[in-house]
């Protein structure tokens, strides 16, 4: 059982463009994603970039389309 610091340890910002740039190659597990969610919840600058890939991701879908 992980502990509960593992959980909650808010991670850096390099640490959580890192994890948003891997969620295009593949899915989070689920304490990539707790911890990347509550980065999130916290940096209005991350939470921009992830909103940047999302846009350029369906922008890059829609052209391929």
Not at 9 to 27: G, K, T, Y
Not at 39 to 47: E, G, K, N, P, Q
Request: with cysteine; proline share 3%.
């Amino acid at each position: 059982m992980p502990s509960l610091y593992i959980l909650t340890h808010v991670i850096s910002c390099r640490e959580a463009s890192r994890l948003i740039s891997l969620r295009q190659d593949r899915p989070l597990d689920w304490r990539e994603r707790i911890k990347l969610r509550a980065h999130l919840f916290l940096c209005d600058v991350c939470t921009r970039f992830d909103r940047q890939v999302a846009f350029m991701r369906e922008a890059m879908r829609r052209y391929r389309a």
